[in-house]
């Protein structure tokens, strides 16, 4: 159904509403998982991509954890089997962004960038997260120029250039071992002497010989006008801090849920993800939440799309109780 208001979420130009029965905010592994389950229970969901159609997962130049792909399988690879799955059952992927939602009563509002607002008898919210920045001087103004926060996006640039990646996660290292590819050298600036990475994953960098390792230390500022030229390094035992020459810094610290648009009308936990039980039900009946953006503990591709189908099945009960 679709007609045009001037109401909620329009702002000059006349906004389309459509309504729908799921909507689904987010194209990652949650998202299409939901849309998987949804539509093959006929509720004709609608995807909105949100920024990144695919998630995070779609940055990722190879999963190998992904249960079915025993040689790994492209992050935009994985992610285009799901859409095609998803739309094969009559999912629809529409693009644009939330910018505000209304969950005070049902069907809930929600107006996105698009030209386009959607009332939703109920909700599957699966917004990611995104990449924490390191907050230092230098850094902003930097980002694009030689600071990045994605390998497989512009390690390519980076062809024989010796670069810096900050973090100790598996995000950090995967990227790291994924960088050496190009670079010359790759040094993993961890605050800490141990990593947290997985064994799997430590065990490749530590034998890779590319890969070096400054423990203990961190980045205080980033230098350079229009390409990075050098970093302040600090010791964090000794306190000391000393200059160090390097052509780029991969930032791999960790993530934030994408979860704001949200505050006031969701519960949200202090790490920013949006509370749910166990039948990824939040606060308000008929929304739920999966993925990165309700998922403070494992944070997988795995789990987010379980998390998503999980959703889809609760929003499909939710919906038949009351037909
Ligand atoms: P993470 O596990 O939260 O690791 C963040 C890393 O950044 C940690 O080593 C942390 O240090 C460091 N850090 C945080 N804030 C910092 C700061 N201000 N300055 C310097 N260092 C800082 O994040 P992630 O690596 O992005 O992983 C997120 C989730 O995705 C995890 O559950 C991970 O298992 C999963 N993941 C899995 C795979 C895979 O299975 N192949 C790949 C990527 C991600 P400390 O260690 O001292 O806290």
Known sequence: MEFSLSGFGSKNREAVEKEVKLLILGAGPAGMAAALYAARAELEPVVLTGMQLGG???????????????????????GELFQQQAEH????????????????????????????????????????????????????????????????????FFKNKDILVVGGGDSAVEEAIFLTRFANSVTIVHRRDELRAGAILQKR?????KIKFFWNTVVTEIIGD??????????????????????????????????????GQLEIDAKGCIVVD??????????????????????????????????????????????
Not at 57 to 77: C, K, M, Q, R, W
Request: hydrophobic share 35%; proline share 5%; with cysteine.
């Open 205 to 209: 960098a530590k034998e890779n010989p």
């Open 56 to 78: 995070q997962a779609a940055l990722t130049h190879t999963i190998e954890n992904y249960p079915g792909f025993p040689d790994g399988v492209g992050g935009t690879s994985l």
């Open 226 to 263: 229009d390409a990075v030229k050098s970093v302040i390094l600090k010791d964090i035992v000794s306190g000391e801090t000393r200059q160090h020459d390097t052509d780029g810094v991969f930032v791999f610290v960790g993530h934030t849920p994408n979860s704001s648009l949200f505050n």
């Open 278 to 323: 166990s039948l990824m039900q939040t606060t308000v009946p008929g929304v739920y939440a999966a993925g990165e953006v309700a998922d403070p503990h494992f944070r997988q591709v795995v789990t987010s799309a379980g998390m998503g189908a999980a959703a889809a099945i609760q929003a499909t009960r939710f919906l038949e109780a009351e037909e």
């Open 89 to 156: 059952f009559g999912a629809r992927v529409e693009f644009g962004s939330a910018t505000s939602v209304d969950l005070s009563s049902r069907p809930f509002k929600v107006a996105t960038d698009s030209g386009t607002n959607y009332k939703a008898w109920s909700l599957i919210i699966a917004t990611g997260a995104q990449s924490n920045p390191l907050n230092v001087p230098g850094e902003k103004d930097l980002t694009g120029k030689g600071v990045s926060y994605c390998g497989t996006c512009d390690g390519w």
